[in-house]
């Protein structure tokens, strides 16, 4: 099932049965959305291609907060395994006094 829609600019865009776009402007180029499922099921945008002058090019997309989520856990895991191996074993030396009160034979 394919609904076209006219812009005002002369564009074309179509809607398919999947949930993908594809738009056609008046100067010959073409957009296409692509759309994956996530692991919940949703419909999430992947990327787009672009056709212009016979030319194509994949435009993924990029979801920076994905991305920082994971540089951050990144991060606080590095930080904790640093940490508790300090714990564990300090690089400094042992400065407690010990006395020995064993008498010498």
Request: hydrophobic share 40%; proline share 5%; charged share 20%.
């Amino acid at each position: 099932m394919t609904e076209l829609v006219t812009l005002h600019n002369g564009a074309t865009v179509a809607e398919l049965a999947d949930g993908s776009t594809v738009v056609s402007m008046p100067d010959g180029s073409t957009v296409i959305t692509v759309l994956g499922r996530t692991w919940r099921g949703h419909r999430r945008t992947i990327g787009v291609f672009s056709s212009t002058d016979g030319q194509s090019r994949w435009i993924p997309a990029v979801d920076a907060n994905t991305m920082a989520v994971i540089g951050t856990a990144t991060g606080f895991v590095a930080a904790l395994i640093g940490t508790l191996a300090v714990l564990r074993r300090p690089p400094w030396p042992d400065l407690s006094a010990r006395t020995s009160f064993e008498r010498r034979k």
